[in-house]
Every structure is written in C-alpha cells, then in structure tokens.
C-alpha cells in the first residue's frame, strides 16, 4: 500500500498517495503561477478580514502578511515555477507562507475555499490585463489619428468587393479602424466594469461561518461590489468567456487591417512601404521582403477565436457549482491576453513607421470611372429620378469601356447625346476631389467632414 502524501494540504481524507500521473494530469503550476502577485494581494486581504473577527491576533498578522511579502519577492525573482510539486500557485505560496512562519501560515485558509480564492486571483489578474489592453488600444487609436492628420489631403480608391468604387481620402480611411477599435475599448470597459465585484467570502460554494466582511475585502482591493450568489460565484466564468469574445472582435478588427495592409504592400498595389525593422525576409530568395507581423496578426486571430469557442465548451455542460473542469479556463486566457498585447504593440509601432505610397494611391483613384456616382448624383441634381440617371450613367460606362477612352476624355458634345441635360458644369465634378470634397456630411470623405471627426475624437483624450 502506498503511503498517503502528506504534501498535500487535503491528504487528510485520504489513505493512499495521488498516483503520479494524475498529479502531472492535475497540476496546473506551469499555468497558474502568473497569479503570485493576485493571489498574494488577495491573501493580505483575507488575513485582514480573519484578524477583524479574531481569527488571527495582530502579530499573527504581520507574521502572515511579512511571510506573505517574501514569498512575493521570491515570485518576482523566479516567475517559473513550473516543475515544482505543488498542485497550483496557491498550494505553492501555502506550503512556503508555512515554512517560513509554521503552524500559524495554516490558518490563512480560515474561512476560504480555492474556489472562492481562484475567482478572485482572475478577476484581480483580468481587470489588471483589461487596463493594460485598453491603455495599448488608445495609443494605436492615437497613432491612426495622427497619421490621418498628417496625411489629411492624400486619397486612394475605396474598395467594395475589393472592386474600385470612391475615391475617399486616406485620413478617412484610417479613421475607420480608429472607430472599429473605439468599439473595442467600450466593449473592454465594459467587461472590466461588470467582473469588479469581489468574489472572496464565497467559500467553496455556500459562503462561510465567520462572519468575514467581504465589503470591507471589496474595499481594500478596489472592488466596486461584492458578488451577490455564493453558487454563482465560484461556477462563474462569465467575465472570461466576455474578455475573450471582445478579444475576438478586436482580433477581427486587426486582422481585416492587416490583410488590407498585406494587399497594399504588394507589388501589385504599391500603396504602402513597410518599415524593414517590422518585414523578414525568405531563406531563398534573396529579393523578398514579407510582411510576416501583418501575416502573423492575422494568422493569430485564429488563437483567440479558439479560445473563445474553448471556455465556452468548458462550460456549457457544468451543474452549479464548482467542477474542476474550470481548471482549465486558464491558458486560452493567458494565451489570449499575451496575444492581444502582442498584436496591438506591434501594430502600434508598424503603423509609427509605414511609408503611404502618394502617386500610387492617387493614380488609381485617377479611374474617370470611380466618378460615374458623381455623375448620376449631377443628373439627379438637374431633377432627373436618381434611377433613371443610373440608366443614363451606366450606358455611358459602358459605351467607355467599349472604346477604351476615359470619361475624362469625353466632350460635352458626346454626354450630351445620352442626354441634353448635361452642361458645361458637368466638369467641375469630374475630378477624384471634386468628389470628395461634395462628401462632407457629417462621418462623409471631405476633408472637412474629417477634419471635423479628428476635432471631436481629441475631445475625448
């Protein structure tokens, strides 16, 4: 018979030692060991609420809380702990607050479940990681902003279909992705609100007989609230698998930017000029500069839709309350979180350093055709119903493209034989920023409708 291990904080009920496969199965150090510092935080707090009622005397305290202090030390000095014995990083920082201190490092567990004491490190971790992301997001807010005044008057073609369309301004098509990514930060804000209440005091599943103040632990931790279903509060996972769906759409966000950027960094588009710092190039051919940080924001995506669609197949099926199924909600977070710092800093600094490609952009956006909108608007105008004028406007690009001769080209005589409502006033449209510039309703391409939306964007800042 094997003895039982009496490593383990909860061998007590048990007469044989865990087999040490299942303690590699089970153990999720390699994992968890990011929380030191939470769970720590989260650990003073508790000892403050035990002292309160008695539990612990004031020396006792401080014998906890200088413990506690080293052992947080010790964390930040070696932030591997994967391969120790201990189960998790709260098994860890117990079995070393009671070598340092004793028997009395025992009794930090009064009144507390892992259940309870894992909520809180993820919510303490999360909220900490949400404002690290929301802080990165306003600088690539910023950077969009700042490149879109910088290049305020350059236009290009906008795309649908990724057919020619529009010519639009390049300040406003920058400032798309700075309104996709403004959605983000709400949504992130938002998520970041709703997990501050404070779970600890919960115990494993039906709270706990001490009388602990959980608001008075609320306080001291910066929570707003404290959670109000002990059930609830040790099965939920709400606020990861929320964290991880605006991950995702952020993800999307970036990824649709940077395939954009993939296309006009080819020789085929030429619109931009990468920064080499930010391109690798290819084992073989010694000519090529790939935009690997575009390809790998985009290719990263898929690990954070992953993650996503990973918690919430870990919980879809759970009973109240707790299952160790919840375990394992804690790698597609790291891995998530990791991912979209990594994403928004490199985006970050690409976009401080990309050439925009001037003739390029606006040689494409020089297609007399992007104005055929332009000029079934001047027929309407005239009062022509807009669907006839769309009739009118669409043979005329027809006859165009048979005779390979640009609109730009053409006399008033020959639009004048679609119509005799043309005049001689048709030609003040037919010019890329003559078209832009009759676009200035407000969120429209005119300079001065974007002018407008970076005044109001800096309001906010």
Same mark, same amino acid.
């Given at each position: ?17 865990? +087999? ?14 990011? *929380?030191?510092? +939470? ?8 000892? +403050? ?34 391969? *120790? ?118 115990? $494993? ?12 632990? $609320? ?21 990861? $698998? ?90 597609? *977070? ?15 600094? *690409? ?111």
């Amino acid at each position: 018979m094997v003895k039982t291990n009496k490593k383990k904080m909860w061998a007590g009920r048990f007469s044989e030692a865990t +087999h040490p496969a299942v303690d590699q199965f089970t153990a999720s150090i390699s994992e968890d060991y990011r *929380l030191y510092r +939470h769970d720590i935080a989260g650990s003073i707090a508790h000892a +403050h609420a035990l002292a309160q009622v008695g539990i612990l005397t004031k020396n006792e305290i401080k014998s906890v809380i200088a413990g506690l202090q080293e052992i947080e030390q010790e964390c930040a000095e070696n932030k591997n702990l994967s391969g *120790l014995p201990d189960e998790d990083i709260h098994m860890y920082i117990e079995r070393r607050l009671t070598e340092k201190i004793g028997p009395l490092g025992g009794k930090l567990h009064t009144g507390r479940s892992r259940n309870d004491q894992v909520a809180l490190d993820l919510k303490l971790y999360l909220r900490e990681k949400i404002t690290e992301i929301l802080n990165q997001l306003v600088l690539l807010q910023k950077g969009l902003v700042a490149q879109a005044e910088k290049q305020i008057t350059l236009y290009l073609p906008g795309y649908t279909h990724l057919q020619r369309a529009q010519p639009v301004l390049l300040s406003h098509h920058l400032l798309a992705y700075y309104e996709m990514l403004e959605r983000d930060r709400t949504r992130y804000a938002d998520c970041q609100k709703r997990l501050n209440q404070m779970p600890l005091g919960a115990g $494993a599943l039906a709270g706990n007989s001490f009388s602990l103040n959980r608001t008075i632990v $609320a306080r001291e931790l910066h929570f707003n609230d404290i959670t109000a279903n002990s059930m609830d509060t040790v099965s939920d996972r709400d606020f990861i $698998a929320e964290f991880l769906s605006a991950s995702s759409i952020l993800m999307v966000h970036l990824s649709r930017w940077a395939e954009e950027w993939v296309l006009w960094a080819s020789s085929e588009f030429s619109f931009i000029t990468l920064s080499d710092p930010f391109c690798t190039g290819s084992s073989i051919m010694p000519q090529k500069k790939n935009p690997d940080v575009l390809e790998l924001v985009r290719g990263k995506s898929g690990r954070v839709f992953g993650a996503l669609i990973n918690i919430l197949v870990i919980t879809k099926g759970l009973p109240l309350s707790y299952n160790r199924d919840l375990q394992e909600d804690k790698r597609p *977070l790291f891995d998530t979180v990791e991912t979209v710092l990594q994403s928004l800093t490199l985006m970050t600094l *690409l976009l401080s350093e990309v050439q925009f490609n001037k003739a390029k952009m606006e040689t494409a956006a020089s297609d007399s055709l992007l104005l055929a909108t332009d000029i079934a608007d001047y027929l309407a105008q005239k009062g022509v119903p807009f669907r006839e004028s769309h009739h009118v406007v669409g043979k005329i690009v027809q006859e165009a493209i048979a005779n390979q001769k640009s609109l730009s080209q053409w006399t008033l005589t020959e639009f004048q034989k679609q119509t005799p409502i043309f005049q001689k006033d048709l030609f003040s449209v037919l010019t890329p920023r003559a078209s832009i510039a009759r676009r200035n309703n407000a969120g429209g391409t005119a300079e001065r409708s974007v002018k407008a939306a970076i005044k109001k964007i800096k309001k906010k800042w």
